[in-house]
């Protein structure tokens, strides 16, 4: 049985897999899969990587605008936006573990997304546009 945690009081409970609010704080507060760090970590990653790579296609084979503009428009909208447009399979389960995940390390990978975006958006630059 997976252990659930209140994101606000942080009262835990083992349950069988299912949807529960916390018993104290009432009905806005859902309770969550208690993950650890080093879990949470490899699912934002892995989340990461999945959108830019969703990214990376859209801008090479799909959007109309200069490929390394393309990134640029992107590494300036926030993870969870980009998760919503991008991701394509299981995208309810993995919208709701972003929105799970604890805040440092959603900001974490956040950054994370947004200098590969813009790293990549740079050596496009350099490359391919024209001064
Ligand atoms: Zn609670």
Redesign the pocket.
């Known amino acids: 049985m997976p252990t659930y945690v ?1 994101p ?2 942080g ?1 835990t409970a083992s349950l069988p897999e299912g949807d529960y609010y ?1 018993k ?2 009432g009905p806005d ?1 859902p309770l969550v899969v208690k993950r650890s760090r080093a879990e949470w970590e490899r699912i934002a990653d892995s989340i990461v990587n999945e959108i830019y790579n969703e990214i990376h296609y859209f801008c090479w084979h799909i959007s109309d605008e200069p490929v390394y503009e393309c990134f640029y428009t992107h590494a300036i909208e926030d993870l969870y936006t980009l998760a919503s447009i991008y991701i394509r399979e299981d995208a309810e389960r993995k919208l709701k573990l972003i929105g799970e995940m604890p805040d440092d390390i959603y900001d974490k990978y956040n950054m994370k997304l947004q200098r590969m975006l813009e790293r990549t958006a740079k050596e496009l630059e350099r490359k391919y546009a024209r001064r």
């Open positions: 209140c606000n009081c009262r916390c104290v704080c507060y």
